[in-house]
């Protein structure tokens, strides 16, 4: 695939390029296609969860209960 830039746009990419590290303008522009694609998804998983029914309150209890599982689940994983 090859995608045709104006100058001043190909004159960014060189820029970031060698300011952050990356070796080709290739893997710039893949870095980003991962992240737009990291950002789709983010945003459907929201959407998903907007439109779902809602859940019980997060309370003090919620959070209690959430704490022994995670201390159980660490305490199971330690003797393995």
Do not use: C
Not at 54 to 77: I, M, N, Q, S, W
Request: proline fraction near 4%; hydrophobic fraction near 40%.
């Amino acid at each position: 695939m090859n995608i045709s830039l104006p100058d001043a746009l190909k004159a960014f990419v060189d820029e970031q390029v060698s300011q952050r590290g990356y070796g080709t303008s290739s893997e710039y522009v893949r870095e980003l296609i991962r992240k737009d694609q990291d950002r789709l998804q983010l945003r459907e998983l929201l959407l998903a969860g907007a439109a779902s029914a809602p859940a019980a309150p997060a309370d003090g209890a919620y959070f209690e209960g959430l704490r022994k599982r995670v201390h159980k689940a660490t305490k199971a994983g330690s003797k393995g």
